[in-house]
């Protein structure tokens, strides 16, 4: 857990990257509703979801260090909101920290950074699905300009429950067509 003294560093996800980050999705699929894949990964089987964020473009990763051990403390993606191409200038954003490193900032750091990456891209909304309960990642998105558009009722069944998932908007700036 980082401490308030612990450096922490955010930079983009590389291929290194692809054990500690495949531990840390493992362990809210195995332990959360957070995500509703309900099987682990081996790194191998997350290697096309890594590969898929490069260092460039709309579709980023960025990975968040303790800048003394290098440890990865969370993640931030930007990926495809939907796979028509009219949905090309929409992105799905999605925040994990590292068991233990809550509470301490990461994912503000993470979100801040991310968004700073895409600044500079042909993306006008970003989009953030959230499962119910799940009080910290509704006010992480609120700080970063997310509003509510709605909630989708028991729409995922894991742990022998069913599980609502609101959703979440922000406006990245692009000017509207006109």
Do not use: C
């Not at 490069?54 to 990975?63: A, K």
């Not at 992105?91 to 920290?97: F, H, L």
């Not at 119910?132 to 998105?141: D, G, I, M, T, V």
């Amino acid at each position: 857990m980082p401490s308030a003294h612990t450096e922490v560093q955010v930079r983009p996800g590389i291929e290194g990257d692809l054990d500690a980050l495949t531990e840390i999705y493992n362990h809210y699929v195995r332990e959360t509703a957070i995500t509703f894949d309900t099987a682990a990964f081996s790194a191998e089987e997350r290697r096309p979801w890594l590969l898929s964020h490069p260092e460039d473009g709309p579709y980023r990763l960025m990975v968040a260090t303790a800048a003394d051990s290098q440890r990865i403390l969370g993640y931030a993606t930007s990926s495809p909101y939907r796979a028509k191409p009219a949905y090309s200038t929409s992105v799905e954003t999605t925040v994990y920290v590292a068991p233990g490193a809550g509470r301490g900032g990461i994912g503000s750091l993470l979100y801040g950074a991310l968004f700073e990456a895409l600044a500079g891209e042909d993306l006008h909304r970003a989009y953030a699905g959230i499962a119910q309960p799940n009080e910290a990642s509704r006010r992480l998105h609120a700080r970063f300009g997310f509003r509510h558009v709605g909630t989708y009722r028991e729409v995922g069944r894991k742990f022998g429950r069913y599980w609502d998932v609101a959703w979440y908007e922000k406006d990245l700036g692009q000017v509207p067509l006109g």
